[in-house]
């Protein structure tokens, strides 16, 4: 890639302990990949989108990580955090080809968050990087990079 990617990691902390899972998978995978990256919080998976969108208005980060998680409750609420946060993203990827990891969890118990959350178990934090990187090396074979 060009130079040293800056990613901006945009954190729901509803769940904190998950989230710090993610956070710890996605930090180590950034690290290794040996890009630099800023870290946002905010208090739930719907507004991850726009931060997203100041992130990318800003100028100043390569790609996005996304992180969070819903899990199934009693109510429909879960349909509407879970498609519109994906929906946002997903908007702004396609709008102005941005390279973004979505990890925003969308489970049906807390056991089931855990498990892929946990860096020791399905590790989707560190997922979410992979992919951005995978976006990012298309991006630069497609030219979007110039020195």
């Given at each position: 890639?060009?130079?040293?990617?800056?990613?901006?990691?945009?954190?729901?902390?509803?769940?904190?302990?998950?989230?710090?899972?993610?956070?710890?998978?996605?930090?180590?995978?950034?690290?290794?990949?040996?890009?630099?990256?800023?870290?946002f919080?905010?208090p739930?998976?719907?507004?991850?989108?726009?931060?997203?969108?100041?992130?990318?208005?800003?100028?100043?980060?390569?790609?996005?990580?996304?992180?969070?998680?819903?899990?199934?409750g009693?109510?429909?609420?879960?349909?509407?955090?879970?498609?519109?946060?994906?929906?946002?993203?997903?908007?702004?990827?396609?709008?102005?080809?941005?390279?973004?990891?979505?990890?925003?969890?969308?489970?049906?118990?807390?056991?089931?968050?855990?498990?892929?959350?946990?860096?020791?178990?399905?590790?989707?934090?560190?997922?979410?990087v992979?992919?951005?990187?995978?976006?990012?090396?298309?991006?630069?074979?497609?030219?979007?990079?110039?020195?």
């Open positions: 890639m060009a130079d040293k990617q800056h990613i901006m990691i945009v954190e729901a902390r509803f769940y904190e302990d998950i989230s710090e899972h993610l956070l710890n998978g996605a930090v180590d995978a950034l690290s290794e990949a040996g890009m630099s990256y800023e870290r919080i905010v739930g998976a719907l507004e991850i989108p726009a931060v997203v969108k100041l992130g990318y208005e800003s100028g100043k980060f390569d790609a996005y990580i996304a992180l969070g998680c819903v899990i199934r009693e109510t429909s609420h879960y349909n509407i955090v879970a498609v519109e946060s994906a929906r946002g993203l997903m908007d702004l990827a396609l709008e102005h080809s941005l390279a973004i990891g979505n990890c925003i969890l969308t489970c049906d118990t807390r056991e089931q968050a855990i498990a892929r959350a946990d860096p020791e178990n399905k590790n989707k934090g560190s997922a979410a992979s992919a951005v990187l995978a976006l990012l090396n298309i991006k630069e074979q497609l030219g979007f990079f110039h020195e």
